[in-house]
């Protein structure tokens, strides 16, 4: 069969790797690949259904076989419909299916085909936003730890006085932390598109007055001095040099050391969900675990029922392994726990010497598999194998589960419906995100929200409102 996959740089040739070599010989199904780089997959997948080349099936294609594209090319007859491969032939992935409806009702395309499947992500990466204060100053000032929005205000204040050379709050294009402050606000916002379920009707989140209340308290943190003025321009590398520096007094980050370090990030507690003056229901949201478009089957494919077989295979416990850590003995061995313990060659490195040696499975590829059995592995030993890991899958379970909400769903659009959304969106998103830096600098009134509404009205927002609403109630249909 002829294979089809985005190739990160830090794999090395896919018919070398140990994986496929033992898929050969598990499924007697050989493989030709053609692997382009991921930064020309998109160009060269979609040219492969432009000039009719296509491949027997498509892997590891992250996430650029979008469901828009999976229901052109589905509905052009380009890709075969799962479902009824998926319920004759794969029963790892029917069960998955049906323990999971909402995963069922992401995966179909308007027409109710499945034409791709996923990667189901799992753990504590999950739960977002994770915002992080620092633990020492509150002690060192007496502070109580914030609940609320006008708290934490409160004790930026506090870490301000304390030090005028710190930066009491810190992010990147405010795309870190919007989200976590608009749940504080009472909604779970899908942090691309600005949209919401709010009392199962589809909301968008920049024309509502909880808006204008988030807008509100970041501009005065700003013009207070309490938001980094770096804010909309620093990079990365920048806020973590600040970290480094023992400067940060409040952040987003999925872990603390990922923005001040392994040493500084001791000083860090993990905020339970903030509420607010409009919101008084604590809110954590589990972001969607099912990443789109990892895997394809194209009507070139002869052996369509062989393909769903060995797909289906990394749906099970050994498969995931398999493609996860490579061969027992060779790769890993069981811990007495029923842990793994990676075998690495005395100073490689894990992910480079997986990459070139093991599975796609490294690196930005999107393979597809069930990671929730490679998650159940990881928390064997975490404790002592991973402390930072374990530390904080136990502030995510005593401080976020208890208050989570599922986020925003995976949602498809008719062909007519795609096209009008793709106009009306890039200019709407523009035009908010452009105001929302203005109205928290300054640089523009927030006197001004009116006129702000008047002309996200002109843009049609309502029009797109409705596209989003049609999209999911046909979701809930499913």
């Known amino acids: 069969l002829k294979i089809m996959g985005a190739k990160a740089p830090i794999q090395g040739p896919w018919d070398q790797l140990a994986f496929f070599q033992e898929m050969e010989k598990l499924t007697n199904i050989g493989l030709e690949f053609d692997t382009p780089p991921m930064d020309s997959f998109n160009e060269r997948m979609n040219l492969s259904f432009a000039t009719n080349s296509l491949p027997d099936f498509i892997f590891g294609s992250f996430n650029q076989l979008t469901g828009a594209k999976a229901y052109e090319y589905g509905s052009q007859g380009f890709l075969v419909p799962l479902e009824d491969l998926i319920e004759s032939y794969a029963p790892n992935i029917k069960k998955l299916l049906d323990e999971n409806p909402d995963y069922r009702k992401s995966l179909a395309s308007p027409d109710g085909h499945i034409y791709t499947l996923p990667r189901i992500e799992a753990g504590f990466g999950l739960i977002w936003p994770k915002f992080w204060i620092n633990q020492e100053w509150l002690d060192e000032l007496n502070l109580q730890t914030p609940k609320t929005l006008e708290e934490l205000a409160e004790v930026l204040k506090a870490f301000q006085a304390k030090d005028g050379n710190v930066i009491p709050m810190t992010s990147m294009k405010l795309d870190d932390m919007r989200a976590g402050l608009m749940n504080a606000l009472g909604y779970v916002m899908d942090g691309q598109t600005f949209f919401a379920i ?281």
């Open 198 to 478: 709010k009392d199962d009707r589809v909301v968008f989140v920049p024309a509502q007055e909880e808006f204008k209340a988030y807008l509100t308290f970041l501009h005065d943190l700003y013009d207070q001095k309490l938001l980094d003025s770096e804010s909309f321009t620093q990079t990365r590398q920048q806020m973590q040099a600040k970290g480094a520096d023992k400067r940060l007094g409040f952040f987003f980050d999925g872990a603390s050391f990922l923005t001040v370090g392994n040493e500084n990030s001791k000083s860090y507690t993990m905020l339970s969900p903030l509420t607010s003056a409009y919101n008084s229901d604590p809110i954590a949201v589990k972001n969607n675990p099912l990443g789109y478009g990892t895997f394809a089957i194209t009507r070139e494919n002869g052996h369509p029922e062989a393909t769903i077989r060995w797909i289906d295979y990394l749906f099970s416990k050994e498969g995931a392994i398999l493609h996860t850590f490579g061969l027992e003995g060779e790769h890993w061995e069981a811990t007495p726990d029923g842990g793994i313990r990676r075998i690495i060659p005395e100073g490689s490195n894990q992910a480079e010497f997986t990459g070139q040696n093991i599975t796609p499975d490294v690196g930005a590829t999107r393979t597809p598999k069930d990671h929730t059995f490679i998650d159940e592995i990881a928390q064997i030993g975490e404790e002592q194998n991973n402390p930072q890991n374990y530390e904080i899958r136990k502030e995510v379970d005593a401080k976020l589960m208890p208050y989570v909400q599922d986020g925003f769903p995976i949602l498809h659009f008719l062909e007519d419906e795609q096209k009008e959304r793709a106009v009306l969106q890039t200019d709407i998103m523009t035009y908010v995100r452009e105001m929302e830096a203005k109205f928290v600098i300054g640089a523009e009134s927030l006197d001004k929200w009116d006129g702000y509404l008047k002309t996200l009205n002109n843009m049609q927002t309502e029009q797109l409102s409705a596209l989003y609403q049609q999209a999911y109630d046909r979701w809930k249909q499913q």
